[in-house]
């Protein structure tokens, strides 16, 4: 028997050096688990993991009597108060083999000097191993894949359950996992989907620590096998065609899908679930299977599945299938990507706004939200059935608000019957920026043409106008301005309020601010008179709309004091219509 200690950074294959060659962790895992040979890691501690083989706190596990020494007490961040120096690690290895036939160092540093240990750097090892000079039955360079011909990222022999439970975390993501245990007293290997502790064991400590694994194959039956009797746990990523390679019905094809979408969804071929989707024969768990794997796809590939929406739409019409939501969000992210293709299922979609399915109704208010923002006239007559969503402060509320907000810019007065809900969601602090804001949008453009409609919630916007966020800000001045241009005696008892916005940074703040208190000075030209000399710097402003609305107010204001900077606008100003509101304001001031 040979003992072996192996660097891992700049030495295997796992982190190369850049200049020469490194050994393959293939090999490494070969040596520990298909030979009689020790195996250990002796630099980044990374390797004991990725190879399943023991490492520096395993090495001095081993010398119970020298652990203080060594390593002293584990500190709060898992770390030990000190490690064994490199050398000093070869020589508690060593102590563990006194009969060994040989001890082979492996790393990019130079121990040749350490006494008993052949040194090669990873460089010198791989070409002795493939040429013979180092006689051992080992695999030539890459030619070794581990686990039944699949490569493999990690693995872990699991001391205890607290090791497998981190390393489960570790790989959360992980494609698929190759498993090695023992089964009555004989080794058996099975490859699984997924594997996690068994939760009744979590629950129950006077229950064995078990690992509840989930077989690839799609016709095989869920198992646990105990903590104790698992040899090897390594992460592996099986090739696409293993999913469904032992599927003996359509039902199980379905789901070795479904697996595979889950985890490689960009190999999966939307033409073989198309075949499986919608049966004759009404299979409601293949459907179900089929539709989620499309799903997953959908989310990394929507322009593929464009050939599945008029299947997708059938399942719609049908009163059986048993994933609508699946089926909706599928229709959703190929609409993220192509909004015009799904916009012709509005009407298949509207009346699943009403369903009782939370997940459901979520799905087709988001539909109708990615429908609206492109084609808001296919989701015009969704309207009523947001309002209602709105209303009930359903978890989809802000996706029927965002719809909401589309639909407004081409059809505001289809969202006239929904001003209430849309003010409710206005006056709501407990809800997102984002969706006050898309409802502010959607009732302003209402208020343009009807300014009535929020006369009776003006008191409740006002708080707003000191709001931190500069968009909520300026949209809650603008629907003020918008209220005033018919009821500007509601908005005058709040002119200092608005004045205040007149200075801000935010253009369109100072905009709209300037805009809303123009209307006001129109008919209650002493509430606005002391902000006059404001008004009159604002006639530099950078921004021409500011400009403008300088114009307006200053000429319903009469003021006389402003006639040189108005004539100075009237004729040298850049902007036309700044040109043509100065000219105007002189007239007004001159009458």
Same mark, same amino acid.
């Given at each position: 028997?040979?003992?072996?200690?192996?660097? *891992?950074d700049?030495t295997?294959?796992?982190?190369?050096?850049?200049?020469?060659?490194?050994?393959?962790?293939?090999w490494?895992?070969?040596l520990?688990?298909?030979?009689?040979?020790?195996?250990?890691?002796?630099g980044?501690?990374?390797?004991?993991?990725?190879?399943?083989?023991?490492?520096?706190?395993?090495?001095?596990?081993?010398?119970?009597?020298?652990?203080? &020494?060594?390593?002293?007490e584990?500190?709060p961040?898992?770390?030990?108060?000190?490690?064994?120096?490199?050398?000093? *690690?070869?020589?508690?290895?060593?102590?563990?083999?006194?009969?060994?036939?040989?001890?082979f160092?492996?790393?990019?540093?130079?121990l040749?000097?350490?006494?008993?240990?052949?040194?090669?750097?990873?460089? &010198?090892?791989?070409?002795?191993?493939?040429?013979?000079?180092?006689?051992?039955?080992?695999?030539? #360079?890459?030619?070794?894949?581990?686990?039944?011909?699949?490569?493999?990222?990690?693995?872990?022999?699991?001391a205890?359950?607290?090791?497998?439970?981190?390393?489960?975390?570790?790989? #959360?993501?992980?494609?698929?996992?190759?498993?090695?245990?023992?089964?009555?007293? %004989?080794?058996?290997?099975?490859?699984?989907?997924?594997v996690?502790?068994?939760a009744?064991?979590?629950?129950?400590?006077?229950?064995?620590?078990?690992?509840?694994?989930?077989?690839l194959a799609p016709?095989?039956?869920?198992?646990?096998?105990?903590?104790?009797?698992?040899?090897?746990?390594?992460?592996?990523?099986?090739?696409p065609?293993?999913?469904?390679?032992? =599927?003996?019905? #359509?039902?199980?094809?379905?789901?070795?899908l479904?697996?595979?979408?889950?985890?490689?969804?960009?190999?999966?071929?939307?033409?073989?679930?198309?075949?499986?989707?919608?049966?004759?024969?009404?299979?409601?768990?293949?459907?179900?299977?089929?539709?989620?794997?499309? +799903?997953q796809?959908?989310?990394v590939?929507?322009?593929?599945?464009?050939?599945?929406?008029?299947?997708?739409?059938?399942?719609?019409?049908?009163?059986?299938?048993?994933?609508?939501?699946?089926?909706?969000?599928?229709?959703?992210?190929?609409?993220?990507?192509?909004?015009?293709?799904?916009?012709?299922?509005?009407?298949d979609?509207?009346?699943?706004?009403?369903? *009782?399915?939370?997940?459901?109704?979520?799905?087709?208010?988001?539909?109708?939200?990615?429908?609206?923002?492109?084609?808001?006239?296919?989701?015009?007559?969704?309207?009523? /059935?947001?309002?209602?969503i709105?209303? %009930?402060?359903? %978890?989809?509320?802000?996706?029927?608000?965002? #719809?909401?907000s589309?639909?407004?810019?081409?059809?505001?007065d289809?969202?006239?019957?929904?001003?209430?809900?849309?003010?409710?969601?206005?006056?709501?602090?407990?809800l997102?920026?984002?969706?006050?804001?898309n409802?502010?949008?959607?009732?302003?453009?209402?208020?343009?043409?009807?300014p009535?409609?929020a006369?009776?919630?003006?008191?409740?916007?006002?708080?707003?106008?000191?709001?931190?966020?500069?968009?909520?800000?300026?949209n809650?001045?603008?629907l003020?301005g918008?209220?005033?241009?018919?009821?500007?005696?509601?908005?005058?008892?709040?002119?200092?309020?608005?004045?205040?916005?007149?200075?801000?940074?935010?253009?369109?703040? *100072?905009?709209?601010?300037?805009g809303?208190?123009?209307r006001?000075?129109?008919?209650?030209?002493?509430?606005?008179?002391?902000?006059?000399?404001?008004?009159? &710097?604002?006639?530099?402003d950078?921004?021409?709309?500011?400009?403008?609305?300088?114009?307006?107010?200053?000429?319903y204001?009469?003021?006389?004091?402003?006639?040189?900077?108005?004539?100075?606008? =009237?004729?040298q100003?850049?902007?036309?219509?700044? +040109?043509?509101?100065?000219?105007? /304001?002189?007239?007004?001031?001159?009458?």
């Open positions: 028997m040979f003992v072996f200690a192996f660097d *891992r700049w295997v294959d796992v982190n190369s050096h850049p200049r020469h060659d490194a050994v393959p962790l293939e490494v895992r070969h520990a688990h298909e030979t009689p040979h020790a195996v250990y890691a002796i980044n501690q990374t390797l004991a993991e990725e190879a399943a083989i023991p490492g520096v706190v395993d090495i001095v596990g081993r010398h119970p009597d020298d652990w203080d &020494e060594w390593l002293g584990k500190q961040d898992g770390r030990y108060e000190q490690f064994p120096l490199r050398r000093e *690690r070869l020589a508690l290895i060593a102590d563990l083999h006194p009969n060994a036939d040989g001890y160092v492996v790393d990019d540093l130079d040749s000097d350490v006494d008993g240990w052949e040194h090669y750097h990873p460089w &010198e090892f791989v070409p002795a191993v493939t040429q013979g000079q180092i006689h051992l039955d080992f695999p030539g #360079a890459r030619d070794l894949e581990a686990d039944g011909g699949l490569p493999t990222s990690a693995g872990i022999m699991p205890d359950a607290s090791l497998l439970s981190s390393f489960l975390d570790e790989h #959360a993501g992980a494609a698929g996992f190759k498993l090695t245990y023992l089964d009555d007293g %004989d080794e058996r290997t099975r490859l699984c989907h997924t996690s502790m068994d009744v064991a979590l629950e129950r400590p006077s229950v064995a620590p078990a690992l509840q694994c989930t077989p016709g095989d039956d869920q198992f646990t096998v105990p903590v104790d009797a698992i040899e090897l746990l390594s992460v592996v990523e099986p090739p065609e293993l999913y469904t390679a032992d =599927a003996d019905t #359509a039902s199980e094809e379905a789901l070795g479904r697996r595979l979408a889950s985890t490689q969804p960009e190999a999966v071929r939307v033409s073989s679930l198309l075949s499986l989707l919608g049966g004759a024969d009404g299979d409601r768990r293949r459907d179900e299977n089929a539709v989620r794997a499309l +799903r796809v959908a989310t590939r929507p322009t593929d599945c464009t050939p599945a929406i008029p299947i997708l739409q059938t399942l719609l019409e049908g009163e059986t299938h048993p994933a609508r939501d699946d089926v909706l969000a599928t229709l959703r992210a190929i609409g993220d990507s192509d909004p015009g293709a799904i916009g012709p299922l509005a009407a979609i509207i009346p699943y706004l009403d369903s *009782r399915i939370v997940s459901v109704r979520r799905e087709a208010t988001r539909c109708l939200a990615t429908i609206a923002a492109d084609c808001p006239e296919d989701a015009v007559d969704a309207v009523p /059935a947001l309002a209602t709105i209303d %009930d402060e359903s %978890d989809a509320l802000p996706y029927a608000v965002y #719809a909401l589309q639909i407004s810019h081409e059809y505001p289809a969202l006239k019957p929904v001003a209430e809900p849309l003010g409710s969601v206005i006056l709501d602090d407990s997102s920026d984002t969706v006050r804001l409802a502010i949008a959607g009732l302003g453009r209402v208020v343009g043409d009807h009535g409609i006369v009776d919630i003006v008191d409740d916007v006002v708080p707003l106008l000191t709001a931190e966020n500069p968009q909520l800000r300026n809650a001045i603008a003020l918008d209220v005033a241009i018919i009821h500007n005696d509601v908005v005058e008892s709040y002119t200092e309020a608005i004045a205040d916005l007149l200075t801000v940074d935010d253009t369109y703040t *100072r905009i709209n601010a300037s809303a208190l123009s006001v000075a129109k008919d209650f030209s002493d509430s606005v008179a002391h902000v006059t000399p404001t008004f009159i &710097e604002l006639l530099s950078a921004d021409p709309r500011v400009r403008e609305n300088a114009c307006w107010a200053l000429g204001l009469g003021a006389q004091e402003t006639t040189s900077e108005l004539e100075n606008r =009237a004729h100003d850049d902007n036309a219509d700044v +040109r043509k509101r100065a000219s105007w /304001a002189l007239d007004q001031i001159s009458e």
